[in-house]
């Protein structure tokens, strides 16, 4: 391994990188808006460590608030989500306030009202009169333009948009969005913030609807146009839920987070055209403010082939006009469209991944159909060229390269092209000169979970097992031009490093972690092998009795276990992170890990036992305790036998990493292997064959 380096470099997150800026650290927040969206951020920022007063304008309602959050809690505590001490730990954060002033101690406070733009502003000039001169404020609005909110404070440099989505306390997603004045160290903060509260951000510019809204609203409208054509309700309904893979139609959505939102979003979209006019039937359901009447329609809302066919290409192609107009004006990234989908509304597949499914002469015709129906120009975006998704970011400041894994809807996983768009992005900072040191890391909970499981499901199933080889070769190239790079290489472990991403950060010299960091070599428990080096690397860095020990038992390891085996070599907190990053302090040495009694002995176990002898369970006495010698036959003996001897054969030879391409096509021709990757989760029996 190459030798490291302390350097210091500027702020980075999620692929930004800015000159270096001073600002204080957000602990408390505050939240204006004490109903269901305010209440779920106030519990997600309480779980993440947050001081949160939830503020609004009597305390029966704050209290109401405050008392679906302990509810909600306690059903988290009887599904063993969290403990009982751990609730109360995150209720002591929790104040609340009938008065605006109870915020004044606050360096962030979110607006979480009503959608009504002249309350908004009259309460952030308020605001104004009351927070610091440094505090953050932001609005959670879906439809209002940031920029104009912003004429309402004395500090328009500190405001930003943050709009989150329903449930706020699960759901992932937050769009980031900048006014035009907002500071970049206002902008870089809200990154900040939204990655220590567990929020995976998409950025888009001030514009009407933002990103999500701007395509799920006309989405919703145009369901209630089809209602209104006279298509059933509960066949547009079942139609939209198999064509966009989702487990609740337009109606059941709007029935749920209320008729009246959709309608107002999509009177705020009509500046943008004929196409975003407000469905006279959606209109009419929103001043009566009655859910949608659901279950009406025979056998379940089938509906004719031809129905069925009306209403997938135009919701569909709605959703492909929009998204398409917003590439043309430049308001966000393919990825940050896509992103929205699967995290924000858990669709399953993102609007431009259906696309690309369906191809540029069927997407044009889809699109097409939509522009002739409501008279609208057509999109320009309409080259499938334009439709690629950036999954690895590469942000170059001075010496420092920072590539970052960007699919956090996949966790990161390893694909064709993620390998590919990674190995583009290190091959360019890895050439030139000016780079001296590079840094790896990842977006949302995950570093790298490892590969794409579905791709080698798929292979097998089409018998091109030759496919999985080449892929593999290719990640073995790449990786070994990483190791023996002349560049200084770090990875930052930010949450799951499983497999093909353990093996990854393994090809660094440095490989810090966060304390929430958990690292794996799942292989075996679904019936293969580590095929990026991990069987080689991982034993040239621990020894092969903890190699053998991480790859026959696949257990999974906490930071700090990992760190007290050498596996990483120092834990940093998001904050020492971003000190890091930001060049305010240096990048932490090789760890010289002296193994504690406890881990020698398991190294030992591992090393001095067989395989045979450890799946017997024959193995040597007093090496360790009984208790615990048993625990790790059971561990090993629910592994795939197969991908076990050749894991076992590959530590032991260590005749290199290319050595693993040559067991790849026995071990993925298995019918362990094919029992595996499609039975991830599950408890199954391997037969050895």
Known sequence: MKASRHFWISEHHSGQITKRVTMKDITNVGIVGAGTMGAALAQKFIQEGFAVTLADRSMEIVQKGITGIQSTLRDAVEKRLFTETQVEQFMQRLNGTDTLAGLAHCDLVIEAIYENFEAKSELFQTLSTIVSSDCILATNTSSFSVSELAESVH??????????????????????????????????????????????????ADSYGFVVNRYFVPWLNESARLLGEGYPIDVIDAVCKQVFGIGMGPFELMNATGIPVAY?????????????????????????NTPWLLGTTPDSGLGTLEQERVIADRMLGVVFFVCLQLLDENVCSVAAINR???????????????MNRLGEDAVRSLVGKIAAL???????????????????????????AIITMDQPEYQNAFSEETMRQLAACFDSADSDPDIKTIFFTGSGKAFVAGADINYFVTKIKSNNI???????KAGQDL??????????????????????????ALCSDIVLALPKAQLAFPETAIGIYP?????????????????????FTGKMLSASEASAIGLVDKIVTPHEMFAILAGEAPIPGPANTA?????????????????????????????????????????????APVALRLADELITKAAGCSSELNHLNEIFSTSDALLGLTSIGKKVEYQGK
């Open 340 to 354: 929205g989908a699967k995290i924000g509304l858990k669709w399953k597949r993102g609007p431009f991944e259906m």
């Open 155 to 204: 500090h328009p440099e500190r405001f930003i948009g943050l709009h989150y989505f329903y449930h706020a306390a699960k759901n992932r997603l937050v769009e980031i969005i900048p006014g035009s004045k907002t500071a970049p160290e206002t902008f870089i903060a809200a990154q900040r913030f939204s990655f220590l509260s567990g929020k995976d951000a998409i950025t888009c």
């Open 531 to 551: 095929g990026l080096g991990g069987t080689q690397r991982s034993a040239r860095k621990l020894g092969k009795g903890l190699s053998k020990f991480l790859i």
């Open 595 to 639: 193994l504690s009694p406890e881990w020698s002995a398991i190294a030992e176990f591992f090393s001095t036992n067989s395989l045979s002898d450890i799946v017997s369970g024959t193995t040597s006495e007093g090496i360790i305790d009984e208790a615990l010698s048993q625990k790790f036959t059971k561990m090993v003996q629910s592994k």
């Open 479 to 504: 990786f070994e031009r990483i190791d023996t790079s002349n560049k200084t290489v770090v990875s930052i472990i930010n949450g799951l490093a499983l497999g093909g991403g353990l093996e990854f």
């Open 374 to 400: 409501y008279t609208m120009p057509m999109p320009n975006a309409l080259s499938a060229d334009r439709w690629k998704s950036e999954n690895v970011k590469l942000e170059k400041n001075g010496s420092i």
């Open 264 to 288: 107002h979003s999509e009177k705020t979209l009509e500046r943008y055209g004929n196409l975003y006019t407000v469905s006279e039937v959606l209109e009419k359901q929103a001043l009566a």
């Open 466 to 472: 030759d496919d999985i080889i080449a892929f593999t």
